[in-house]
């Protein structure tokens, strides 16, 4: 059995063009971030990607 207590993954959903951020998903564990990936190449939304949510990078004055 896998030892899913360390997994975590954190990505964000994206409109291209603009740069907004749709949505904020966390999986918690491979086997959902593997069908989350599997799901959006069937979908194709034209438009729309995603990202890995970079921690530890606060947003500021300073930037």
Known sequence: MVN???YKKS???FHE???EVVR???FRNSIAFDE???SF???RYPGYG???IVKGK???KNE
């Open 50 to 52: 995603w990202r890995y």
């Open 4 to 6: 899913n207590k360390k």
């Open 36 to 38: 989350f990936l599997k």
């Open 11 to 13: 990505i964000e959903l």
């Open 41 to 43: 190449r069937a979908m």
């Open 58 to 60: 606060k947003k500021g």
């Open 17 to 19: 063009k603009t740069g």
């Open 24 to 26: 904020k998903i966390c």
